[in-house]
């Protein structure tokens, strides 16, 4: 498909199991970001990848979350450990270059701790 | 206190109405401005974006920013029960790669 595709759609997790969330950008697309959504929020940044380099950080809430892009293209996004705070969208988006004028996001992966 | 601040909503409009949305932000080195429209169980989609002040035209959307006094607007003619959505504001400097989201307007459209 021609756009971002995140997957699994939903992911039922229970408090202290592991999670993997998978994003697959659009072709060619140098930059991938990562941001969590939660209801009735706006987006907020997680992580940025530059190809294969994760260039930002800042926004992992612990080091319960990691994210990886090991061949530029697909991307993980890792919690360890899930605890109940961790329900959210989590959002994947890729863009041309630096993002400068926005970014095309995937439909989110929706998490529910339980 | 939040970077960039945005009225939550919700704000219901009869069809036809002219929609104005804003934000307020506290940074001012950010330099470009974007608004992002977003269905449920959706991703946010990109409808404007703008650099520096000034004013952007597209179709039924017209989005401004106020540099000096730190405010941007998007403003919707002629609304349709279509654009009933959750808007959203972002915003970034020119050194960093983030976009800081606002927390979202909802807007609803009444047939």
């Known amino acids: 498909g021609a756009g971002v595709s995140q997957s699994p759609r939903y992911k039922v997790a229970k408090r202290g199991q592991d999670v993997a969330l998978r994003c697959d950008p659009i072709?060619?697309?140098?930059?991938l970001f990562w941001y969590q959504q939660a209801l009735g929020q706006g987006p907020e940044f997680l992580t940025y990848f530059q190809n294969e380099a994760q260039l930002d950080k800042s926004g992992l809430p612990s080091d319960r979350f990691f994210a990886e892009r090991p061949e530029g293209s697909v991307s993980t996004l890792k919690i360890q450990r899930t605890q109940q705070e961790d329900s959210a969208v989590y959002l994947c988006a890729s863009s041309l270059e630096d993002g400068n004028y926005g970014y095309t996001f995937g439909s989110g992966t929706r998490l529910t701790v339980v | 206190q939040k970077e960039v601040e945005q009225d939550p909503g919700p704000l219901s409009v009869p069809e036809g109405a002219i929609v104005s949305l804003n934000c307020t932000y506290s940074?001012?080195?950010?330099?470009?401005f974007m608004w992002y429209r977003q269905y449920s169980r959706k991703g946010p989609e990109l409808l404007m974006y703008?650099?520096?002040?000034g004013n952007k035209e597209d179709g039924r959307f017209t989005a401004q920013v106020d540099k000096s006094s730190k405010y941007i607007s998007l403003f919707i003619r002629d609304s349709q029960p279509s654009d009933s959505a959750t808007y959203l504001c972002?915003?970034?400097?020119?050194?960093?790669?983030?976009?800081?989201f606002g927390s979202g307007t909802r807007l609803s459209i009444r047939p």
């Open positions: 972002a915003m970034r400097d020119s050194s960093a790669s983030k976009i800081i």
């Open positions: 072709s060619g697309h140098v930059s």
């Open positions: 940074n001012s080195a950010f330099q470009y």
């Open positions: 703008t650099y520096s002040s």
